[in-house]
């Protein structure tokens, strides 16, 4: 499960768009955090087909930090997967893009802040018995305080795995995934994000949102659409989020539960394996897979398998969107 942390300038609107979002309240004083599903109709389908007794979606957890770009709130910020930058677009004074542009810079210093701390520290080792290490550390921490310096977030230097990984355990802001969500008035939720921003941002009504968080589906959907919306907000955020963090879905079903699960595109079967446990990746020996619409048009799986549809994989398979998994492994 990945934790989305979301960032935004006072009156923005962030902490209604997290209550919307999560249909969460409040918890004065602490960071509010909410888990939410990862909408998928695919489960309900496999779930019927397979008779499962329990339904399983992916997840995500919102985190939405009181007191926004305060000390403590950049520490919590750093242990986070990624950002949800949100932005104020209604209001004759409503600046998005300068408004972004100021909580990049926002970031930047915090991360200069952070690099220049880390930088002395590992100076001072690499005089010292581990000077090696240290000294990659300091090639690192001197690239990415150049850019930090020239006020360019991390994103846009060239790290090597190790300064990549360097960086990483610093908890570098600009160096996560952003994803960007304009708060526009409840008439501009269907026309698309303000004007000047590059790569696009997401337009979402925070009000409108809120007003339907407390609706069912079929209620939800008759108000959306009243204002030519045909996707809640939190789907929108949610698939953003997972194109931000390069994550795919892959499934398991059976008698007992259909359950979604997350993993870096690109994942080998035994990394998949070892989301669903690490016995699985320990002892992987074959993957038994098939895709989704094979499977369904098969009816089920045991037809899937006799139809020649499903397929054994080995330790060098590359996982795919929506492959449907049966791992097989040795203890």
């Given at each position: 499960?990945k934790d989305?942390?979301?960032?935004?300038?006072?009156?923005s609107?962030?902490s209604?768009?997290?209550?919307?979002?999560?249909?969460?309240?409040?918890?004065?004083?602490r960071?509010?955090?909410?888990?939410?599903?990862?909408?998928?109709?695919?489960?309900?389908?496999?779930?019927?087909?397979?008779k499962?007794?329990?339904?399983?979606?992916?997840k995500?957890?919102?985190?939405?930090v009181?007191?926004?770009?305060?000390?403590?709130?950049?520490?919590?910020?750093?242990?986070?997967?990624a950002?949800?930058?949100?932005?104020?677009?209604?209001?004759?004074?409503?600046?998005?893009?300068?408004?972004?542009?100021?909580?990049e810079?926002?970031?930047?210093?915090?991360?200069?802040?952070s690099?220049?701390?880390?930088?002395?520290?590992?100076?001072?080792?690499?005089?010292?018995?581990?000077?090696?290490?240290?000294r990659?550390?300091?090639?690192?921490?001197?690239q990415?305080?150049?850019?930090?310096e020239?006020?360019?977030p991390l994103?846009?230097?060239t790290?090597?795995?190790?300064?990549?990984?360097?960086?990483?355990g610093?908890?570098?802001?600009?160096?996560?995934?952003?994803?960007?969500?304009?708060?526009?008035?409840?008439e501009?939720?269907?026309?698309?994000?303000?004007?000047?921003?590059?790569?696009?941002?997401?337009?979402?009504s925070?009000?409108?949102?809120?007003?339907v968080?407390?609706?069912?589906?079929?209620?939800?959907?008759?108000?959306?659409?009243g204002?030519?919306?045909?996707?809640r907000?939190?789907?929108?955020?949610?698939?953003?989020?997972?194109?931000?963090?390069?994550l795919i879905?892959?499934l398991?079903?059976?008698?007992?539960?259909?359950?979604?699960?997350?993993?870096?595109?690109?994942?080998?079967?035994?990394?998949?394996?070892?989301?669903i446990?690490?016995d699985?990746?320990?002892?992987?020996?074959?993957?038994?897979?098939?895709?989704?619409?094979?499977?369904?048009?098969a009816?089920?799986w045991?037809?899937?398998?006799?139809?020649?549809?499903?397929?054994?994989?080995?330790?060098?398979?590359?996982?795919?969107?929506?492959?449907?998994?049966?791992?097989?492994?040795?203890?």
């Amino acid at each position: 499960m990945k934790d989305i942390g979301i960032v935004g300038m006072p009156f923005s609107g962030k902490s209604t768009l997290f209550t919307a979002l999560t249909r969460a309240g409040s918890a004065g004083g602490r960071s509010h955090q909410a888990v939410v599903e990862v909408p998928d109709e695919r489960i309900a389908v496999l779930a019927v087909m397979e008779k499962s007794r329990k339904r399983v979606p992916a997840k995500v957890k919102f985190v939405d930090v009181p007191g926004g770009l305060t000390a403590q709130g950049i520490g919590e910020f750093r242990q986070m997967d990624a950002l949800c930058m949100v932005v104020r677009a209604y209001g004759a004074d409503a600046d998005p893009k300068g408004e972004l542009a100021s909580l990049e810079v926002e970031l930047v210093l915090a991360d200069l802040a952070s690099v220049e701390n880390g930088l002395d520290k590992a100076r001072k080792k690499s005089r010292g018995a581990q000077a090696n290490e240290a000294r990659a550390e300091v090639a690192a921490l001197e690239q990415a305080h150049a850019l930090l310096e020239a006020e360019r977030p991390l994103t846009e230097g060239t790290f090597d795995e190790a300064g990549h990984k360097v960086l990483s355990g610093y908890g570098a802001l600009t160096l996560k995934p952003w994803i960007v969500v304009a708060n526009v008035a409840e008439e501009d939720a269907a026309s698309g994000a303000p004007d000047g921003f590059v790569g696009g941002a997401i337009p979402i009504s925070a009000a409108l949102e809120a007003e339907v968080a407390g609706l069912d589906d079929a209620e939800a959907a008759e108000l959306l659409g009243g204002f030519g919306i045909e996707e809640r907000g939190l789907d929108r955020v949610v698939a953003a989020c997972y194109r931000a963090l390069d994550l795919i879905t892959f499934l398991t079903t059976g008698e007992d539960e259909t359950r979604a699960w997350e993993v870096r595109r690109g994942a080998k079967a035994p990394e998949a394996a070892g989301v669903i446990h690490t016995d699985l990746q320990r002892g992987f020996i074959r993957a038994e897979v098939v895709g989704y619409d094979d499977l369904v048009g098969a009816g089920s799986w045991d037809s899937a398998k006799g139809k020649g549809l499903l397929r054994v994989e080995g330790k060098d398979y590359t996982v795919g969107e929506g492959d449907v998994l049966n791992i097989r492994f040795a203890v």
